[in-house]
């Protein structure tokens, strides 16, 4: 059973740091790889989507690489703002449509 | 962008009673739309599966006959919480395909449902 774990739980810093949201998984037979942004209220956000046979994907001040074979995950935010507060959840596809998430990352950027 | 709404935004009901729970895929039809649960602190969890005119997949321990999802419409899903009960309250998520799009991998989410059962 795919299990997905994401490190720290919660992470406080204060805005203009560079900071890393760690994801694991315990099966590295998946299509891709997903980091969504969900906020109080509002559905989920896709961030970056990273392909199996990929190792990261960048979208502005945001960065993601993928280490399949050791089951490893990483989301590298810029420059961090307080509009980056949110909670961060990593999800991974063991098939074609179906998600499996993690427990998420809670962030807050204070000004 | 692709909106997918839910509703109510939030419930409280009674023990017992029947909640239903509405997804609706705003500006595109859906041929695919899933629900999700979400507990305090936990993960998003994928409950079923449903596709429109047929019956929904449910995931391994969803009861079927407790959580009746309906997806009469390319546009309308719909989850029903049988007889809740106090450790059904939790935040409930839908998510929809848009037909138009070859890629299975995108999904809009909606901004999800709070349930608690007294």
């Known amino acids: 059973k795919q299990e997905v774990t994401q490190i720290p739980a919660a992470l406080s810093v204060p805005e203009g740091e560079n900071l890393v949201l760690n994801c694991s998984f315990t099966d590295s037979a998946i299509y891709n790889l997903q980091w969504f942004r969900q906020d109080p209220g509002k559905g989920l956000t896709s961030l970056l989507l990273?392909?199996?046979?990929?190792r990261e994907q960048t979208s502005g001040r945001l960065n993601a690489s993928l280490d399949k074979s050791s089951g490893r995950s990483t989301l590298y935010i810029a420059a961090s703002q307080p509009g980056d507060s949110a909670t961060y959840l990593c999800a991974v596809r063991p098939g074609f449509q179906k998600l499996v998430f993690g427990t998420g990352t809670r962030l807050l950027v204070s000004p | 962008g692709a909106v997918v709404s839910q509703h109510p935004s939030r419930v409280i009901c009674k023990s017992g009673t029947s909640v239903k729970i509405e997804c609706r895929s705003l500006d595109f039809q859906a041929t695919t739309m899933f629900w999700y649960r979400q507990f305090p602190k936990q993960s998003l969890m994928l409950m079923a599966t449903s596709n429109e005119g047929s019956k929904a997949t449910y995931e391994q321990g969803v009861e079927k006959d407790k959580f009746l999802i309906n997806h009469a419409s390319l546009t309308l899903s719909t989850l029903t919480v049988t007889s809740a009960h106090p450790e059904d309250s939790s935040f409930y998520i839908c998510?929809?395909?848009?037909?138009?799009?070859?890629?299975?991998?995108?999904?809009?989410f909606g901004p999800g449902t709070r349930l608690l059962v007294l």
């Open positions: 990273i392909q199996s046979s990929q």
């Open positions: 998510s929809a395909r848009d037909r138009r799009i070859l890629s299975l991998e995108t999904q809009y």
